[in-house]
Every structure is written in structure tokens, then in C-alpha cells.
């Protein structure tokens, strides 16, 4: 059993393994009846003391995650014990050593409820779909042909030519040649976990930050240390500090509309994490989701242009704003990690698919693309401030927040002794999502106490019920009665 | 660096060093001027004696991939040393360590030739552009939504139906639930080795075998060895011999229309195989490229259908056979694995586009889709027995060949003395792309006497023209004339 244990962790090596073996549970990587190894295996494996061990299975068996049989050992009981009684002809399969240690996001992800509120989608209402779909049906009638063409590995290169013109106006100047198109920012993040990163390595992220990337760093066993964000970001002196220790491999940061905070890295801030890289060996994974989607001023320009030394990698999602069905994200970088970056895209599947760049080529080339962004921009801005109406009208006193300047998300910050997972697990069975903050940190520190909710995917009336009902559940949760109980 | 080196392999430690330094300098890891190791440290970092780093140096020196100057060190030379003098400012990032062992495959991927025969592609006359085309439209004029929605990690549910409807055809009984969406075979392979593969495990492959899966089994530091193939394909006898000594993590085979040979492993030993691996805790990935591509016969039932205990993960390509564009290929195993290995393309990229998985949704679900390959089926056989005609016209004696009866490829032998690489070099001048077969064995035991050519990507009269010029650089590496030298 892979696990992700630090021993320079602030969180005591019993929560840890607690943590590592819970975390594979929820994945569905151990299920119902899997023995977990005996104590002093374990305490063996992870170099740590049998009395360790032993608090984290008994953490584990006191919130029922697991059973332990005396003479027998210890066995996973998941939540609803399945009825099969048949030993299953695959059950050897359990004894093939795997690489994963289970992956939190991806149990939050696109949850089919009637009012969606946790992933950062865009309501399908205010994307160009029509004009998407003309376009490629007028591309597919003069070029039936282009179905049967393969992609360059790196990308299509007109796509790349028409990247590297829109950016123009994200204050980056680049070329085709340093662009390569990913199968979303996911991937984009794989292939630099999957160049560089190896065991033991010193990752940075901030707190709290976009769960998928922890997962992605987590199961490449990189030491992990977050600094925590405030109004202006970043704060580079916590950062400075880990400097003065150990030089990070890399820093991942994302400095505008913050996921899932919202706060934007000031100018200031940008130039002291420039700085602090020079004449180190330091990378910074620069994620870039939204700094187009600004409700005020534009955000200060991106980490990437202001780095000439080429530590800044940086990436975006293109899809999200445009056609998520079609899936295409972009990295940028100088120098010879751009070619080592390729080479792994190559490694991993050859190439995005042709189809869906050359979908989303015509509007990034058009005037379109431009007046399309400023309607966006109106619109969310109009359904942030409808959600922020909500939540005073309808959430409890205790219940704070932070008001976006950008982006898709809002951070909500939870009255005391009210748990995010809790209320998450609540608000499904009332068909309402909501990420809860615990896995936006690395050992869910104080994430317990936030919630992201999106208003971008939903509209005006959908926000409001969504917020009425989460409102009547943290009032619950409060024992106190919502005005709102049976609207 | 990293490297790949084995101590149990048939190959010199000097060789392996050789293979492996010249891997990173052709696939541009290594470039002009980069200083190699001292041959102490390289030494002490692999292991071996100096002297075996000195033999290795030399032998780079000889071919002149490196120069050694004296009191300096050793540095790449490139074929063609770069003009420029200006030290990059982006230098100081050789310095970060990175996973990468250098692609292989790559190096020859798609090479814009006049006369392709390298990449295993299919004639876009062959395919049904115009039906896929037609139907994308009809969708995306009723639906432009579409265009908005994000598929679920394991991939569109309707496909997956589809396709587990498809497969009964393949004699492959399976479900929705059995199937993941990957980014073409090249993902589904990665996925395979990422989730299982650790440095060290044991993988057997085919001799010859896919380039591209070798590249990936090597990138994970695995041992690495191969069995050949005959008539009936793997010599199961060999895989016998190695099971003696040491269990297997995972064997990768090919079984029909074998790639690069083209041969398919017979009923009896697709059930000894079988049977080898019952009881055992080896994982087998079959690897089904264009099984629907039969001459003749069909081949025998896919290793995945005589599996009962879930030892088998099946891998197919599918747009290769309909629209390239799209790239998706399918991953099907039983029990926890397929779990574990959905879990794994969470963390790699959250799923394919939708986009691509609809645009072949239809012709799969249709009848369309039969009437297609018996009509491509006969297409290919007529482009491989022309294939086949040329060769007799235009090579000299010497030059041999196995009749594959499906797939896409043949399987060419060269005379003693001709080097397979340098006959790729020269066809490239000649824009005509072949695969040498070289990059088709771990560690290019004789495969440098091998080519593989696809009939399948080109009309007669090119393949003709193709196989004229490739005839008189054979010719010429012989010293002989062709009489079709000026044709």
C-alpha cells in the first residue's frame, strides 16, 4: 500500500496514515473487506513506531471506516456494506502492488445534482456554442478530410499561432514554438509533475489551492509545504522563509481570481516571487484559469512575462470559456524544459485530438473572441453579486466570505463547529453541490471550516434556491431555525 | 541524467550506456555543447567500473556524438552544431534533474514525407469521413449544447454502450461499466504503467514489439525482457523459461496482425498463455490495434474472452480505423484494476473530450460500421498484395518479407549489411518515411536488419513510386545498380 507520509509534516504520523488510509477508502481503492496490513507490517513499511499505527487504526475504527477482528486483523468497512456473499474471482488482484494513494477531487467531481454549485463550470447559456458549431460545421462541409488528419504532437499550428496572438493580449508575448496544447490544465500539470518531479523533492503550493494538483503532487511523493494567501496573495515572507531552508523544485501558484480563495496576487507580490526565484534552480507553475473573466480592473500581468530567465511555466485552460466539451489547455515555457515537456506529452498520448483544436480555432482568431469575453465578464460579474445577495438574505450570522474580483468562484467561510464535509454530504441529498475546502489542502488544515461555490454555472433563480437550501442546512447545523425552512 | 541500464541484460553495460546517452541526444534531451558527467561520477552513479563509462564515451566519441576535450570534459556535438554563440539565458535549467530516458519513437513520428510508409495511418479515401462528418453536423445543429458539457472521467456512456455492443463482434463479452476512454492506445498503455509499474517489476514484451510501449515500460525503470515471435507468434516456451526464474508484473503482447511483424499468435497459445498466467499475479495488456483488419480468416478470440480470473487488460484503438482526428481508444479490464485504473486517468487529465467521443458515436452504433470494414478490408488486401508486387519488382535478392494476413504493415528483411537506420536516413531524403526496426527492440538487438512499412496510408501508383526509391537506396547500399534507377 502506497502512502503519503512526511515526517516534516505539521500534522502528527498517526493522522497522516489515518489520513493516507481514509483518502484510498473514499477513492474506492480499498473496498468493503479489504485487509489492511498488520500493525507491525506497517509500522515496518513506514518506519514508525507500532503505537503510531495503532492510533491511526484506531482513529479509523472509531468513525467506522474500518473493523478491526481480533486474531484476524484489521478490514475496511465502507458505508453500505455490499450484499455479495460471493468471493469474486478477482479478489487476487488486491495483491498487485499499484502506484496510487487515492485521489480526492476527483470524488467531488461533476456530481449530477439539479443545482451544481461545486465544480467551476460556465451555464452553457452564456457560451458561444452556436457560433462554435458553425464554424466547424463550415469547416467539416469544406474539409471533410480534416477528420482523418492527425495532430502534431505539440499541437496544431495554427491553433498555436492563433494562442500565442490572443495572449497578446494577456500581456505575453510568446510564439507558436512555446506552446504545447494539453488535454486541459489537468494534463498540463501531469506533464510537469511527470518531467520533473521525483521523491523527496520540496513542492510549494499555496493555502488553500486547486485539490487536483495536490492529488497530482501527492502521488509523486514530493515533500509538500503550502503558504498561505491573504488579500494580496501569496504571502512571499512565509515563502521566503522556506527559502532560507531548502530550495523549493517547484512553486504552484495561481496568482489571479485565486482557485479556491479568489483573492488576486498584487503587483508587488509578483516581483518579490520573481525575485526570490533568480539564480536558483526553482521552477513556478504559473495556472492561469481565468484572469480573462476580471469584474473590475485587469489583474497585474501573469508571473510568465515578467520572469526572462525562464523559470515560469505557464498554463491555462482555453475550453472552459468556450467549449468545455472540446478540452484544451495550453503550456507555455523557455528554454530546454519546453523540449523535455514535449517529450513527455509524447511519451504520454502522441498528441491532443485534431478535432477539437481546430473547434475552438475560428472564434480565438476573431474579433469574436473579444466581444464574447466582455458579455462574460457582465454576466458573471451580475451572477456574483446575485450570489453574494443570497447569502446575506439567506445564510446564518457567522457565515463570512470574500468578494471575488474575477473568476468563477466564491469562498465561503463557515460559522465554528459547522464542518464542510458535513454540510457537503447535506447539501447532496438535497441535489445541491458545493466543494468542500478540506481537500484544497494539503492534510485538509483548517479546509474544514470553507466551502467553494461557483456561480458561474447556474443562473439567477437556480443560485437562489441553491443558497436557500444550503442556508437551511448550516442553520440546522447551528440548531437554530432558518426563516426559510419550507420556502 | 537518468538512464535506463540492466545488469541482466543480453547487452554490455558500456553498450547500454552507449544506447542510452545516444537516446537523449536524438530525441533532443541532450543538445550542442551540453556537458556529459564526469565518467567518476556517471561511474559511481550507476555502479559500474570507470572503465565501462570510458568504453562507453568512446564508443559516442567514435560515432561522433560527443567530443572529449582534454581537462574539460565530454560534450554533445549535434549533427549540426547550432550558430549561435550567445550563451542562452535559459542554461541554467540543464541543471534541473528531470524523469525523462529519452523517446525513442517520436524521433519518427509523422514525418511530413510525400510518400509516408512509417506511421501505421489509414488512406483517408478508405475512410468514412463523409457519414462521421454528416452525423456530427445532424448533432451538432440539433444539440449546440453539446459542445458546452464535459464527459465523465471514464468516458461518454453512450459510446461506452455502443462500443460494448461493437465488441460482441470481436467475440469480446463486456459492459458500460467494463470500459474506460483513453486518449488514443498511446494513453491506455500509460495508464497501464503508471497505475502498476514500479523500478524494478518485471515486464515481457514481444521481440519485435510497439516502439512507443517500450519507450513508456523504460521511462518507468522496469527489467525489461522480450521474447520472439514465430508463426504462431510469442514463443510461449521462452515465457515459460522466464516464469522459472521470476513472476512477471506484466506481459505486453500483440497477439493479431502482430506490430511490427504482423504475425498472430495461434488459438494454442493464446490458451497457454492463458493458462501460464492462472494463479499467478502477472497482468497481461493485450493490445488489439486493427484486429477487424482480417484477410482471410478472422483471428482467434481475443486473450481477454478466454480470461476468467481478470489477469487480461485489453487495449484498442478505435479512431484509427474510422476518423484519426478524433483519437480515442478504449481500456477494458475486471475486478479492482479497473477501479484503480480509472483513478489514474482522474489524476492524468479528468477525461476525454466529449466533442470526439460523439463524433464517432454514430457509425458505431449503425450497421454503417460493418459495411465500412468489409469494405476496408478488401481495400487493404489489394493495397498489401500490390505492396507485395513492388517489392518483387524493385528490391534486390536478398530483401525478405512475411505476408501478414491483417493489420496495416509489413514486415521487410534486409540483406546482411544493409543497416536499417541509415537506409531510413536516405528514404527521408528521397521523401519516402519507413520505420526501421531498430526502435522496435529494448536495445535494438538486431532489428537494425529490419523496416516496417505501411500499406495501408497510400494509393498504388504511390506506393509504387515509394517502393522504387527505397529499391534503389537498397541497391546502392549494396553496391549494385537498380535498373529502375532514373524510372
Avoid at 39 to 61: C, D, G, H, K
Avoid at 79 to 104: C, H, M
Wanted: some cysteine; overall charge neutral; charged content about 20%.
Amino acid at each position: 500500500m502506497k502512502m503519503f507520509i512526511q515526517r516534516n509534516s505539521p500534522l502528527p504520523l498517526h493522522q497522516q496514515i489515518y489520513h493516507s488510509i481514509r483518502d484510498q477508502i473514499v477513492s474506492g481503492l480499498l473496498t468493503d473487506g479489504d485487509q489492511l496490513p498488520s500493525i507491525r507490517q506497517l509500522a515496518q513499511q513506514l518506519q514508525v513506531s507500532p503505537m503510531t499505527v495503532v492510533q491511526a487504526y484506531r482513529l479509523l475504527e472509531k468513525e467506522n471506516w474500518i473493523v478491526q477482528v481480533q486474531g484476524k486483523g484489521s478490514f475496511v468497512r465502507t458505508q453500505e456494506p455490499s450484499e455479495e456473499t460471493q468471493p469474486s474471482p478477482f479478489a487476487w488482484q488486491k495483491k498487485i502492488s499499484n502506484n496510487l494513494i487515492g485521489a480526492r477531487y476527483p470524488s467531488f467531481y461533476h456530481w449530477p445534482v439539479e443545482y451544481p454549485m461545486a465544480d467551476s463550470v460556465i451555464d452553457p447559456e452564456l457560451l458561444p456554442n452556436l457560433f462554435i458549431e458553425q464554424e466547424l460545421i463550415k469547416l467539416l462541409s469544406q474539409d471533410p478530410r480534416s477528420l482523418s488528419r492527425y495532430s502534431e504532437i505539440q499541437g496544431d499550428f495554427h491553433l498555436r499561432s492563433a494562442i500565442s496572438k490572443y495572449l497578446q493580449k494577456l500581456s505575453i508575448h510568446t510564439s507558436p514554438e512555446e506552446i504545447l496544447i494539453t488535454n486541459g490544465t489537468q494534463q498540463a500539470i501531469d506533464l510537469v509533475t511527470r518531467t520533473f518531479l521525483q521523491p523527496g523533492d520540496l513542492v510549494v503550493t499555496e493555502a488553500p489551492t486547486y485539490a487536483a494538483a495536490l492529488d497530482l503532487f501527492k502521488s509523486q511523493g514530493v515533500t509538500l509545504l503550502s503558504v498561505p494567501v491573504d488579500e494580496e496573495g501569496m504571502k512571499i515572507s512565509n515563502l521566503m522563509r522556506i527559502f532560507s531552508q531548502k530550495t523549493p523544485k517547484l512553486i504552484y501558484t495561481i496568482p489571479s481570481f485565486q482557485n479556491p480563495s479568489g483573492v488576486t496576487m498584487s503587483r508587488k507580490r509578483r516581483q518579490q516571487l520573481i525575485e526570490l526565484v533568480q539564480n536558483t534552480t526553482t521552477l513556478i507553475l504559473e495556472d492561469d484559469p481565468w484572469s480573462e473573466l476580471y469584474f473590475e480592473k485587469k489583474p497585474p500581468e501573469p508571473l510568465f512575462s515578467m520572469d526572462t530567465q525562464g523559470h515560469v511555466i505557464y498554463i491555462k485552460g482555453l475550453s472552459k470559456i468556450l467549449a468545455p466539451s472540446c478540452r484544451i489547455g495550453i503550456l507555455l515555457a523557455r528554454g530546454p524544459i519546453f523540449h523535455q515537456l514535449l517529450t513527455m506529452k509524447g511519451n504520454v498520448d502522441l498528441g491532443n485530438p485534431l478535432l477539437t483544436q481546430k473547434a475552438i480555432l475560428s472564434i480565438i482568431q476573431t474579433e469574436r473572441m473579444q466581444r464574447h469575453l466582455e458579455k462574460l465578464r457582465i454576466a458573471l460579474q451580475l451572477r456574483r453579486d446575485y450570489l453574494i445577495y443570497c447569502l446575506q438574505v439567506y445564510m446564518p450570522a457567522g457565515v463570512k466570505w470574500h468578494k471575488p474580483l474575477g473568476g468563477l468562484n466564491l469562498w465561503v467561510e463557515l460559522p465554528e463547529k459547522v464542518n464542510a464535509l458535513t454540510i457537503t454530504e447535506q447539501a447532496k441529498e438535497q441535489s445541491v453541490s458545493v466543494l468542500p475546502g478540506t481537500i484544497c489542502y494539503p492534510y485538509e488544515e483548517g479546509g474544514d471550516r470553507f466551502l467553494r461555490l461557483t456561480f458561474a454555472s447556474l443562473n439567477e433563480k437556480k443560485i437562489e434556491e441553491a443558497i436557500r437550501r444550503l442556508g437551511v442546512i448550516i442553520y440546522k447545523a447551528l440548531n437554530a431555525p432558518s426563516a426559510f425552512a419550507n420556502a
